[in-house]
Nanobody, 130 residues
Framework: EVQLVESGGGSVQAGGSLRLSCTASGDIDRSNCWGWFRQVPGKEREVVGGFYTTGGATYYGDSVKDRFTVSRDNDKKILYLQMNNKAHEDSAMYYC???????????????????????WGQGTQVTVSS
């Protein structure tokens, strides 16, 4: 089991920055990929970005490339999502996710799929105001 707790959400003006954190605990060594997703009511959950455990390669969704950055502190077991130049369309509930125990993580275009993740945090709301 892996437990994930997100923090750092809130309101930010367009063009501003915000950093989200995700504190992980439990059997984290069994997950082959980690990610951030976001979702707005009535729409599908979409990938924001993340990384593969082995090698540390990162992946990002097309809508956030060059604006958002994922990173991790292995000692503290924290994942970060640095969001810069935020736009109104970035308003969403943001979720942290960990791959299924020793499960497969798609390595093609767009990175791991939602089905590759078995553990999810409860989410943190981010609102961008104009």
């Amino acid at each position: 089991e892996v437990q994930l707790v997100e923090s750092g959400g809130g309101s930010v003006q367009a063009g501003g920055s915000l950093r989200l954190s995700c504190t992980a605990s439990g059997d984290i060594d069994r997950s082959n990929c980690w990610g951030w997703f976001r979702q707005v009511p009535g729409k599908e959950r979409e990938v924001v970005g993340g990384f593969y455990t082995t090698g540390g390669a990162t992946y990002y969704g097309d809508s956030v490339k060059d604006r958002f950055t994922v990173s991790r502190d292995n000692d503290k077991k924290i994942l970060y999502l640095q969001m810069n130049n935020k736009a109104h369309e970035d308003s969403a509930m943001y979720y942290c996710a960990a791959g299924r125990d020793r499960g497969y993580c798609y390595a093609g275009k767009g990175g791991p799929q939602i089905r590759d993740f078995g553990y999810w945090g409860q989410g943190t709301q981010v609102t961008v105001s104009s």
